[in-house]
């Protein structure tokens, strides 16, 4: 069966500090991966999308970046991180079509 | 524009079933009604997903209308635990589910 991997659960950082979160997918292949990210109360952003290695699709122009350096591995980074990118940030995955979409458990990153 | 129309929100005896509609009027021959959940603090869960056919799985039935312009997801026997927001998706653009807004759905007990 398949699962998905996100670390950390919670994360605190101040202002300016740069930011790694890491997203594994385990027991498929060649999966199309997501960034999705939460505000408090409200829908799901959609911030990056992958259909393959290397291959990295932005929603939304902003301060940060995703890569996809093995065909299970999805990285959200950014260099500086501002207030405003505080949020609970999701990682999915899905096949082609149709889209059932599998999300991992999430990270809560609070921005000081 | 998500192409769904639901209930803000809905209120559900525990025990009973929980029939959430969904509106989707322009629906296009070849596009899939998916459903998704989001308990509070948790990421999104898929439910279930259906064509013309109904659907049924170990969490739900799926009820699609005769012409798909409206679709109804049944709980048979509703919990506690499945309060949550429930999203009906009809569009995907490039990949990408469009989410709307969701029913909000309180089981009582």
């Known amino acids: 069966s398949q699962t998905i991997h996100q670390w950390p659960a919670t994360l605190v950082q101040p202002v300016g500090s740069p930011l790694s979160l890491e997203c594994t997918v385990e027991?498929?292949?060649?999966?199309?991966l997501y960034w999705y990210r939460q505000a408090a109360g409200r829908g799901l952003q959609l911030l990056f999308y992958?259909?393959?290695?290397?291959?990295i699709s932005s929603e939304v122009p902003q301060n940060l970046s995703a890569s996809r350096p093995q065909d299970r591995q999805f990285i959200l980074s950014s260099k500086k991180l501002l207030l405003s990118d505080s949020g609970f940030y999701l990682c999915?995955?899905?096949?082609?079509?149709?889209?059932?979409?599998?999300f991992g458990p999430g990270t809560r990153l609070t921005v000081t | 524009d998500a192409k769904t129309t639901q209930p803000t929100s809905m209120d559900c005896a525990e025990g009973r079933a929980a029939n959430l509609p969904c509106n989707h009027s322009?629906?296009?021959?070849?596009?899939?009604v998916y459903w998704y959940r989001q308990i509070h603090s948790q990421g999104p869960q898929y439910i279930i997903h259906?064509?013309?056919?109904?659907e049924t799985n170990e969490m739900a039935s799926l009820i699609i209308t005769e012409d798909r312009k409206s679709s109804t997801l049944i709980l048979p026997h509703a919990t506690l635990r499945d309060t949550a927001v429930y999203y009906c998706?009809?569009?995907?653009?490039?990949?990408?589910?469009?989410w709307g807004a969701g029913t909000k759905l309180i089981i009582k007990p």
């Open positions: 259906g064509l013309k056919n109904n």
């Open positions: 998706i009809v569009r995907v653009v490039d990949y990408q589910l469009i």
């Open positions: 027991g498929t292949s060649n999966p199309n």
């Open positions: 999915a995955w899905s096949g082609t079509l149709p889209l059932e979409q599998y």
């Open positions: 992958s259909v393959g290695i290397g291959q």
């Open positions: 322009t629906i296009s021959g070849n596009e899939y």
